[in-house]
């Protein structure tokens, strides 16, 4: 799901990796966890000019997250079914909006998650997903009515699983709307050109992810992406994970867990490469910008597919709450989480202001870098903005390509409003061990 394998060596220079052995959350330096590329390294550049001991720990897993948080990490950037298991724990420190001192039309400041929802900070996408958690989570207890998620954790990045190939367009799979007809389509078509026929680079490539390749294959015999109760087995799990196997000849996919390697193929020119990807939009979305290494997809020759539903990722940054203790380590905390994820959010400010060849705001410099779907409202008005788009101004000025580009960052609100397709957590470590066994069953068998 990140980009780390094409960006590793332009970051390691610019931040600090400590080892997890090498400090903890109760020393005086701060700790942000998160994903290998998951952040810009000029964003990381200047936060480590404002605060000297900072330092950037890399993980691979929500559930190493959930091992190593209470100890180790003073932020981390969790999906929301781990920001609850956290909160769960009594890990999680309630964040306070007015040290933010984010402005609205009126001249006032916002005070709590709540608040946030109706400042119109957020997209549309986002303040429906909010609101659609906020709803689920306090009948379940996790937080009071007068509270939201919005005080645990601020929104990072959105992703949805999605699909794209290259090639002369093919309309029936262009006009797809979810993952059964996609299936389908790719297993009937296959026999007339030899798109998905493996040669070569030429294969299927899926990022190698059990829970979310069991999130598209669940949706397809149930409602949603998370297991049902009664499938608890290897052999139940299997049973689901056949609705991807069974359209494939073995040699057909290629599995890899670095998103980096997915993009890298998928960016090449058709024919060269992958011929189409199973990954988040976010990461098609690079691979159609040339992934850093090719130039700017042809949009002919790179197509998306849109689905009504499928599998949905919010992350967002949590504060340790073993710091609350410390006013100012919390209000530099405050201050940092402003500076990636909220800054140029207050009325009047331009989030697309430079300065220089970079943006004044971070939360603007951070996206130009990650390019997944952001939850700010200036900045999604920005990249869809049809006279004058962030692709305009970055990437391109064909505007048959900068469509293609909008088409795959935007998410609508009405592909988050069913939360089932939100991944939840599987408390049982026999369940997840189980549907990793039966994924790599499946693996085998392509």
Not at 54 to 75: G, H, M, Q, R, V
């Given at each position: 799901m990140r980009k780390a394998f094409l960006n590793l060596l332009k970051i390691i220079p610019a931040i600090s990796?400590?080892?997890?052995?090498?400090?903890?959350?109760?020393?005086?330096?701060?700790?942000?966890?998160?994903?290998?590329?998951?952040?810009?390294?000029?964003?990381?550049?200047?936060?480590?000019?404002?605060?000297?001991?900072?330092?950037?720990?890399?993980?691979?897993?929500?559930?190493?997250?959930?091992?190593?948080?209470?100890?180790?990490?003073?932020?981390?950037?969790?999906?929301?079914?781990?920001?609850?298991?956290?909160?769960?724990?009594?890990?999680?420190?309630?964040?306070?909006?007015?040290?933010?001192n984010i402005k609205k039309e009126d001249g006032s400041i916002i005070r709590n998650g709540i608040d946030a929802i109706s400042s119109n900070i957020f997209s549309e996408t986002i303040n429906t997903l909010i609101t659609e958690l906020d709803q689920k989570y306090r009948e379940e207890g996790y937080y009071s009515t007068n509270e939201s998620i919005l005080d645990y954790g601020i929104p990072y990045f959105l992703q949805s699983f999605s699909f794209a190939y290259k090639g002369k367009a093919i309309p029936e799979l262009d006009a797809a709307t979810n993952w059964q007809t996609t299936f389908d389509l790719i297993d009937s078509h296959d026999p007339i050109d030899k798109r998905f026929t493996p040669s070569d680079e030429r294969r299927i490539a899926v990022v190698s992810d059990a829970r979310s390749v069991y999130g598209i294959c669940n949706s397809i015999s149930y409602d949603g992406v998370n297991p049902p109760e009664g499938v608890e087995t290897v052999e139940d799990f299997t049973d689901i994970y056949s609705n991807l196997g069974k359209h494939f000849k073995e040699g057909y996919t290629y599995f890899n867990t670095d998103s980096g390697q997915i993009i890298s193929t998928l960016a090449k020119h058709y024919p060269q490469g992958a011929s189409s990807a199973i990954a988040y939009n976010g990461d098609l979305l690079y691979a159609a910008e040339g992934g850093g290494t090719e130039g700017v997809t042809d949009p002919n020759e790179f197509h998306f597919c849109k689905f009504d539903k499928t599998l949905i990722a919010l992350d967002m940054v949590v504060l340790n709450k073993k710091d609350q203790s410390n006013s100012i380590k919390f209000q530099k905390m405050h201050d940092i989480v402003n500076q990636i994820c909220l800054s140029g959010t207050s009325y009047g400010e331009n989030i697309r202001e430079k300065d220089g060849d970079e943006y004044k705001y971070d939360s603007m410099n951070n996206f130009s870098f990650v390019a997944y779907t952001s939850p700010l409202r200036k900045v999604c008005d920005y990249v869809m903005d049809k006279n004058n788009s962030f692709f305009e101004d970055d990437v391109t000025e064909d505007p048959q390509t900068i469509k293609l580009l909008q088409d795959i960052y935007n998410i609508d609100s009405s592909e988050v409003s069913d939360i089932n397709y939100i991944e939840e957590n599987i408390s049982s470590e026999l369940v997840k061990s189980n549907m990793h066994w039966a994924f790599n069953i499946m693996k085998g068998k392509l």
């Open positions: 990796l400590i080892p997890v052995t090498a400090t903890s959350c109760g020393s005086e330096g701060i700790v942000f966890a998160n994903s290998e590329s998951y952040m810009s390294d000029e964003v990381m550049q200047n936060l480590r000019i404002k605060h000297p001991n900072i330092s950037f720990l890399p993980y691979e897993t929500n559930e190493e997250i959930e091992n190593k948080f209470a100890k180790y990490y003073d932020f981390a950037v969790p999906s929301t079914y781990e920001l609850l298991n956290l909160k769960r724990n009594d890990q999680l420190a309630k964040i306070d909006w007015t040290k933010f």
